[in-house]
């Protein structure tokens, strides 16, 4: 049971990196963007073609696809999501939708349906005893850090720098900042850069531990937005804290009963919204 707990909180590193980029979207944003999942395929395949033509290591990869996520996250905001967030609050729901199957589809059209992922060579076998009969998996531990890593950079640039007051004034009101000699719009695409740029980590992260396909978008969506809402929308540490949460609760559970692992992740989601629904680490708004 130890082990399925140290288990759980090195998967709770991959969720909590799933989730930052939802996380500060919904933020900064107020949307829920519904391609999340798929944007991290994108970057998981874009890995792939990377690695394959420039005959480099996925790792370094990371160098030519976090900025050509950011780009595509910044280009998506200023072409399709601002418009949508003038249209009303609904809006931007069914044009992420909509994303997200255009981008289903256009990977099965580009890469088929076949399984892949991203040769982690012996960083995918490496591992550290701690005794006990418990041992943690050098890329999983890897994972965990960059994951932790990434929240406190966004936490201290949202709360030490002037871009983060920006962020952070244009979501509370951005009339309001527009009049103070902000643009929401740049701010907003921004915003989203930053966020897709965490997703293309999450996506070579994931491709390393595991393997995916151009339809596996939705169960990290699925995820992702369970680790978000049990932390509490909003709050980058309660989604660190949520991964966490969900990852333990998926390991013990397959403890358990091996078919119980993902189950017992939705029921201890369920538990958390009935009885906290504002989330483990948000204050509930007052009225």
Known sequence: MINAVVQGILLGG???LFACGLSLVFGVLRIVNLAHGDLTVLAAFLAVVVTGVLGVGPLVSLVVVV???ALLGYVLQRVLLQRS???GEL???LVTFGLSIVLQNA???TFSADTR???AGDLGTAGIALGGGVQIGVLALLTLVVAVAVLAGLQLLLARTALGRAMRATSDDPETAELMGLDPRRVYATATALALATVALAGVFYGLRGTFTPTLGPQILIFAFEAVIIGGLGSLWGTLAGGLVLGVAQ?????IQPSYGVLAGHLVFLLVLAVRPQGLFRKAATR
Do not use: F, M, N, R
């Open 14 to 16: 991959v969720y909590a």
């Open 117 to 119: 992922s991203l040769p």
């Open 85 to 87: 967030l003038e249209a």
């Open 107 to 109: 990977l099965l059209q």
């Open 67 to 69: 900025p050509a996520v």
């Open 91 to 93: 809006a931007p729901l």
């Open 251 to 255: 390991t013990v559970g397959a403890q």
